[in-house]
Protein backbone atom coordinates (compact mmCIF):
# COMPACT_ATOMS: atom_id res chain seq x y z
CA UNK A 1 0.00 0.00 0.00
CA UNK A 2 1.44 3.47 -0.87
CA UNK A 3 1.31 6.74 0.84
CA UNK A 4 -2.36 7.53 -0.72
CA UNK A 5 -3.79 4.24 -0.06
CA UNK A 6 -2.95 3.67 3.50
CA UNK A 7 -3.98 7.16 3.99
CA UNK A 8 -7.59 6.60 2.28
CA UNK A 9 -8.06 3.25 3.63
CA UNK A 10 -7.60 4.80 7.34
CA UNK A 11 -10.43 7.50 6.44
CA UNK A 12 -12.60 5.30 5.59
CA UNK A 13 -12.37 3.30 8.60
CA UNK A 14 -12.47 5.92 11.36
CA UNK A 15 -15.46 7.41 9.14
CA UNK A 16 -16.89 4.07 8.77
CA UNK A 17 -17.35 4.76 5.18
CA UNK A 18 -17.21 1.80 2.85
CA UNK A 19 -15.25 2.08 -0.18
CA UNK A 20 -18.47 2.01 -2.91
CA UNK A 21 -20.28 4.89 -0.50
CA UNK A 22 -17.34 7.10 -1.01
CA UNK A 23 -16.91 6.51 -4.68
CA UNK A 24 -20.48 7.12 -5.15
CA UNK A 25 -20.40 10.42 -3.91
CA UNK A 26 -17.17 11.39 -5.80
CA UNK A 27 -18.12 10.09 -8.75
CA UNK A 28 -15.79 7.31 -9.97
CA UNK A 29 -16.07 3.41 -9.82
CA UNK A 30 -15.37 1.22 -6.53
CA UNK A 31 -12.81 -0.93 -8.57
CA UNK A 32 -11.46 2.78 -9.11
CA UNK A 33 -10.88 3.23 -5.06
CA UNK A 34 -10.15 -0.37 -4.45
CA UNK A 35 -6.90 -0.34 -7.24
CA UNK A 36 -6.08 3.36 -5.41
CA UNK A 37 -6.05 1.71 -1.92
CA UNK A 38 -3.80 -0.88 -3.04
CA UNK A 39 -1.74 0.72 -4.83
CA UNK A 40 -2.91 -0.86 -8.44
CA UNK A 41 -3.58 2.83 -9.71
CA UNK A 42 -2.18 6.50 -9.44
CA UNK A 43 -4.70 8.77 -8.55
CA UNK A 44 -5.91 11.58 -10.76
CA UNK A 45 -5.69 15.16 -9.35
CA UNK A 46 -9.82 14.76 -9.67
CA UNK A 47 -10.43 12.26 -7.58
CA UNK A 48 -7.88 13.05 -4.93
CA UNK A 49 -9.18 16.59 -4.75
CA UNK A 50 -12.79 14.95 -4.40
CA UNK A 51 -11.35 12.48 -1.52
CA UNK A 52 -9.59 15.79 0.01
CA UNK A 53 -12.86 17.44 -0.60
CA UNK A 54 -14.85 14.85 0.97
CA UNK A 55 -13.30 14.12 3.96
CA UNK A 56 -11.87 18.32 4.73
CA UNK A 57 -8.58 17.34 4.20
CA UNK A 58 -5.47 18.72 2.63
CA UNK A 59 -4.26 17.12 -0.63
CA UNK A 60 -0.81 17.68 0.96
CA UNK A 61 -1.85 15.41 3.95
CA UNK A 62 -3.31 12.99 1.15
CA UNK A 63 0.02 12.90 -0.74
CA UNK A 64 2.33 12.08 2.27
CA UNK A 65 3.07 15.91 1.87
CA UNK A 66 2.55 16.74 5.95
Known sequence: ???????????????????????RQI???NATISRIIHGDLNVTL????AIADHFCISLDWLVGRE
Not at 46 to 49: C, D, E, G, K, Q
Open 27 to 29: GTS
Open 1 to 23: MNDIGSRLSDLLASSDTSQRELA
Open 46 to 49: RVAV
